[in-house]
């Protein structure tokens, strides 16, 4: 119970510290790193836009890289894992935008596991934690509320679709929803581009291959001709699996190791506290605190070091009396000169 209420306390005070910093940094400027980004751009540039909705509780590594892996894709990086559409569109830059569900389909959905949730607010901020080192990623906040008169309003907009189009009229957006292979096969969302299908357009998506599913998504789109080259469907590379639900178990437990390969750092360090274990960065004391050469004369042994007795012995024969100091005395003259240092 005790646990309980300190991992409660915990998520609080990172809500209560975090959300309030970015919301003020939402309600002014978009994410400064992809404004930048768009500035640079000539005029036409075309501008692809990754999107994906998930829970993220939290987010992990794969997911971040599910992002990294497609923007390799779109730009045409010769580093990508996979070959690129033949017929997929040209793209002169490429920004991700990570959705996150709410907290009733979340809440829900963890408490049928026994586990213990992560906030909205929380999370939001976790993601900005684990993708700080990409200019190009950020949290989308299109439904991010504001109060007016006392009622919920649509939100400032600043990271997503409808703001960049508004704010660089200049440039050319394309958004491309991201899912995972696992996710594409449980609700068959290759149907969406069956050559004759309605919803067949201007609508594109990329496909993360996941352990197990992979396979069936290139077996659907044989059976339905959907050409892997059109550049309407794409198909990504499959990455490991990591998983959510494996991160809050191995912190659950305390296990770092596991932790630490699943998820960020900062993340890592979150989960560890909340589930009432030290922590993984811990706080230390600056050096300079309490360094042994700070301490008063009483606190240093009475016998001084032999390397201390040097400096009386070199001292100039002017600056010192005729008689010889006794072996006594040779430790005060030893300590007055570190003190001049």
Known sequence: MAAQEASAAETTTVVTEATPAMSQANATEANPSAQSLLSALP??????????????????????????????????????????????????????????????????????????????????????????????????DWDRPVKVDGF?????WMNCMRFYETAFPKLRFKEIDMNGADDVVKYEKWSAFIPGCRWTGNYKAIVMGRPGATERVVEAMKEHSIDPDGGRLILG????????????????????????????????????????????????????????????????????????ASPAKTASPKGLPKKTPSPKTAPSASLTTPKRG
């Open 152 to 156: 919920d309003q649509p939100g400032p």
């Open 237 to 308: 590379p499959e990455l490991p699996d990591f998983s959510s639900t494996a991160a809050r178990d191995a912190s659950t437990k305390g296990d770092v190791k596991t932790l630490l390969s699943l998820v960020h750092p900062e993340v890592a360090n979150f989960l560890l506290k909340r589930d009432g274990h030290e922590g993984l960065l811990k706080k230390t004391a600056a050096p300079k605190a309490s360094p042994p050469k700070t301490k008063s004369p009483a606190g240093l042994p009475k016998k001084a070091p032999g390397r201390t």
């Open 43 to 140: 005029e036409g540039a075309s501008v692809a836009v990754i999107s994906m909705l998930g829970s993220l509780c939290p987010i992990t590594l794969g997911h971040v890289q599910c992002y990294v892996e497609a923007r390799k894709i779109l730009l045409d990086d010769p580093t990508s894992k996979v070959p690129r559409p033949k017929n997929l569109e040209r793209f002169d830059e490429c920004l991700g935008l990570i959705s996150l569900n709410g907290d009733n389909m979340v809440g829900a959905k963890l408490e049928e596991k026994g586990q213990k949730t992560i906030s909205y607010n929380t999370r939001v901020e976790l993601v900005r934690l684990a993708t700080e080192d990409y200019a190009w990623l950020n949290h989308e």
